[in-house]
Each structure stands twice: as C-alpha cells, then as structure tokens.
C-alpha cells in the first residue's frame, strides 16, 4: 500500500517537458498539493509583473533600465522595432565574424589562423560562456579556451603560462558591460603586456564586447581592434549568456548558436504558463518558497551528476544571489533577503559534504541534476549487466533515498541529454524561477548595490594604497610602524587597513618591512 502511495505522490508531483526532454521531480519536497489563497495571490501578481518586464517595464528604476534578456531568444518580445533589429543583426555579425575566424579569413599578425581564444571578463561576463564552454566542450571544439576571471597575478601567469608560444595564434576577447571594470581591465592590460614581450600586436588580436560609447568601445575603436560588439544597458550581467557575451565564444567555438536561442526560447514559452503545475519555473519558485518559508532559511545544494555540469552551481551562484540577495523590499522595508547556494557534482561529494547532509543540520535542500545519456559512445560493462553511467545512476537515487529517509527534502530535474538546446533550456528555466521569486517575496531581482557598495570600497581603499606609499616616498629617511603611518595620514580609524597594505606591499618588494617585537610594531620604509 506504501509503494503504491509513493508511485500516486510521484506521479502527481513529476512534470514532463518533452519539447525539451527534460522532466521535473518536487515530489520529495514535502509540498502542500493546495495552495493558500495568499500564495494563490502572490503568484497571480508575480505572472502579471513578469508580463509586464517582458513588454518593457522598467524593472531596475535604481537605474531606470528595462530588463530584457527574454529578448534575445525572441526579439518579436522586444517593445521596440529598433531593439528587434539590434538583436538580429548582432546575431548575425557574430555569425560572419565566426566563419572569418574559423576559415581563416580574417588572420592573426604572425600566424596563419586563431586557434585559441583567451576570454577575459568576470562575474556574468565569464561564468556564463565558462559554463556553456565546459558542458558543451567535444572534440569538434574549433578552438581551445581559455579563460582569466580575476585580477590574481599568479592566475594570470599560469593562463599565460599555458597558452606559452600559442599567444601567436590567439585571439583575445574582453567583455565588460561599462568598460571600467578593474578586473577586466587589468587583465587586459597584464595580457597586452604578454602580447608586446612575444613581439605581437595585442590590437590585431582583440576583440571588444562592451557598452557602446563606454571606456573600452572607445579605446577599442580609436586603436582598430578586429571587432567590436554590443552589450545593452537593458541585459543585467549574471543574464547575458545570450547575448554577445555568450554567443560569440559559443559560435567560436564551433557550437550552433541557433539551437542554444531556440532552447531557451522554447523553455520562455512554457515558463511563461500560469498554471502553476504546468510551469516548471513557477513549481521551482514555489519550492524555494516552501523549502525557506519565503525567508531563505534554507541553502540550494545543486548536485549535477554529470561532469560537463560541474560549473552550473558556480554559475547558480551568481545568477541567484546577487538577483535574491537584499536588504530592502520594494517598499523600502529591511527584509535581509536571499538564498544561498552552493555544491559542485556527483557523485565526487558523496564522498565529501553528503554525510553532513544526511546527519548534519537540516539547513538545506538537494536539487539534483540527472542526464539520461551517458556517453555518445556505447558504454562497456564494468560489472555484468552494469556500465560507470549505471553506478553514477544509482549513485544520485540511492543519495536521494537516504537523504529522504532522514527528512530532508530534495527535488530533481532529469534531462535526456546535454545538448546546446537543453543546456540553454536549463538556463533559461532558472532565470524565470529567479524572477517569479523575486516577485513572490516582494523584491527587486535586477539590481545590486550591495555589489556596487563593495566596488567603491574597493576604490577607497586603492586610494589609501597610493596615500601610503607616496607618503613614504616622500619621507625616504622615515620608518613608520602602521599606527604612526595610519596617524600621519589622518586615517587613524583605518589602521587595520594600513596594517594589511603595508603587508602586501611589503611582502611584494615595494616597501621595505623591518620586524619588531610583535607583528604589530614592525616598521615600515621606502624602497631607495
């Protein structure tokens, strides 16, 4: 009687797509099958307000900026007539500079064709084309990848470093919205440097995608880089896998860009029911809600048992938390919203953080990732009757079981194969699940000043970097411990800080540190 149960449950709790062959599983999540008239409510207002964003609203009026990335799988969705027409002739200038590329018609300076491509960018400029690069990556690859997505020096060589003689024939792509980001724009200055010592020219390698008229579609037209291609005010980072940040490393790499817009389009059209069991994006929203009782009190653990999506709880990461993440509501009440993601793959952790999941605090929910076909290659048996793909199988069920048997809830979306068109499906599908959310609690998905707030931090501190060491330049005879330093450049409260830059400075041979009794009395000079 149990077992029949659990099959009704199960039934009843499973959505099919198979437009996409992808199916969705909340039948461990311990949901009520019934809404109540409020949530009733609250999903009616979250379908109408996601209508409305489609057509045009302006949903970050912090920068009075529409938010459309529906529209680049469909550009009839766009309110305007000369938006349509940008989308288009963008895809189709990626397509012919691609074929430039792979025919070699369009040539590096001392090679006689680009078989690399080293991307710079950070945040959605990178995670999203990193992702799509990692799980759609095959040996009909027409270029190898590399990627540099952080301002470490170290990590900058090692790229470098691997790319060695190969800069010759790479092309560099630098993606910044603004044109000002300092991790974009120094890596690019330590890459034009690599270029320079091979004795190449880093303009006849580069190519810009950038907001138009910014700091580097600027520098890029006034030095003839080989392209240039547009980003929109009205396309959020963590959601421009499908414009040119996305679409040109994916058609650079060989894949057919048509088939990842065509998922994702696809994936809109049934996200957009307003029927909730009907609408996958909906049912993922409800169960966030449900699983943190519309506070977050809950962590997503994304567990993909599939390699090629090891990325996808990275690339989660960003799209959910910085869109989920905020003080205020948008009524201007401090609500302290979000929900934290985390996890890699399976089935490497159920050797690593599974036992905390299963006896550990109850802080959390699974969703699991599946992909039905193992290999396009048949599979030999490693046991009788039993492939590697079998085990990785029965791994994630027998995970799911045992989690479940211990109360803790999980759900579980399948897919029948990782193809440009499921993968970019699944994108999309959690793209909605974020906005439906976001209207669901009352908040504003498409900005982030905490992350701007942290920007101009940043810059502060900068400033103080350069205060330091200027002043210790112009008192070259003078050692300052940091106290006395932090004193004599009026920032006696940001001694802390002065501390830890005169460390790093320090221990990068720019000032000179001679240590004292304690780590805090050590001295500090200027280099002669």
């Known amino acids: 009687m149990t077992e029949s149960l659990s099959w009704k449950n199960f039934q009843q709790h499973y959505l099919a797509l198979p437009e996409l062959g992808i199916a969705l599983d909340t039948s461990r999540m311990n949901a009520p099958d019934v809404l109540p008239d409020s949530l009733e ?26 938010v459309g990335h529906y529209w680049l799988r469909n550009p009839e969705l766009a309110p305007s007539a000369e938006i349509q027409k940008v989308i288009s002739s963008t895809k189709e200038n990626i397509l012919e500079f691609a074929a430039e590329i792979h025919q070699s018609k369009l040539q590096p300076q001392k090679a006689g064709s680009f078989r690399n491509v080293l991307l710079l960018g950070i945040g959605g400029s990178a995670l999203g084309p990193q992702f799509v690069q990692k799980a759609l990556r095959s040996k009909a690859d027409r270029m190898k990848f590399y990627f540099l997505d952080n ?10 470093s691997s790319i060695g003689k190969g800069l010759a024939e790479t092309l560099t792509l630098v993606i910044s919205k603004s044109g000002g980001t300092k991790e974009t ?33 600027q520098l890029a037209k006034k030095e003839n880089w080989l392209r240039r291609f547009p980003m929109w005010d009205w396309v959020g980072g963590r959601t421009s896998v499908f414009s040119a940040v996305g679409l040109l490393p994916a058609a650079l790499q060989g894949l057919d860009i048509n088939n990842l817009l065509a998922g994702a389009k696809i994936m809109d059209e049934l996200t957009s029911r307003t029927e909730i069991s009907k609408n996958p994006a909906a049912l993922l929203a409800l169960m966030w809600h449900h699983a943190g009782r519309g506070r977050g009190e809950k962590a997503m653990v994304i567990l993909p048992y599939k390699d090629k999506l090891q990325l996808f709880s990275r690339y989660l990461q960003q799209l959910v938390m910085e869109s989920l993440g905020k003080e ?6 401090t609500v302290n919203q979000g929900l934290t993601v985390y996890g890699n793959k399976g089935s490497t952790d159920q050797h690593a953080f599974v036992q905390q999941l299963r006896e550990g605090p109850a802080d959390f929910f699974v969703t699991f990732i599946e992909v039905l076909r193992e290999r396009n290659s048949t599979s030999i048996e490693v046991e009788p009757g039993v492939t590697s793909g079998d085990f990785l199988q029965c791994f994630l069920l027998g995970t799911r079981e045992a989690l479940f048997q211990s109360g803790r809830n999980s759900l579980s979306i399948t897919l029948e194969e990782i193809s440009p068109r499921t993968t970019a499906a699944l994108i999309a599908l959690f793209e909605r699940a974020v906005g439906i959310y976001a209207f669901l609690i009352g908040i504003n998905a498409y900005h982030q000043p905490g992350v701007e707030a942290g920007k101009r931090a940043a810059g502060d501190i900068i400033e103080l970097s350069i205060r330091i060491q200027n002043h210790l330049k112009y008192h070259p005879e003078q050692k300052f411990a940091a106290s006395a330093l932090a004193d004599a450049l009026g920032e006696t409260e940001k001694t802390e800080t002065v501390f830890q830059l005169l460390l790093h400075l320090a221990a990068n041979s720019r000032v000179q540190k001679f240590s004292g009794n304690t780590p805090f009395s050590a001295s500090f000079q200027a280099n002669y």
């Open 41 to 66: 409510k609250l999903f009616r207002n979250a379908f109408q307000q996601m209508q409305e964003l489609e057509k045009g609203s302006l949903a970050n009026p912090d920068e009075n900026r529409m």
């Open 151 to 160: 301002t470490d020096p170290d990590g900058i060589d090692q790229v470098l």
């Open 185 to 217: 724009r120094n890596a690019m200055l330590e890459v034009r440097q690599a270029y320079e010592k091979a004795g190449l020219d880093f303009t006849k390698h580069a190519v810009a995608v950038t907001g138009e008229g910014s700091q580097l579609d």
């Open 328 to 333: 205020k509501d948008l009524a201007g009440k």
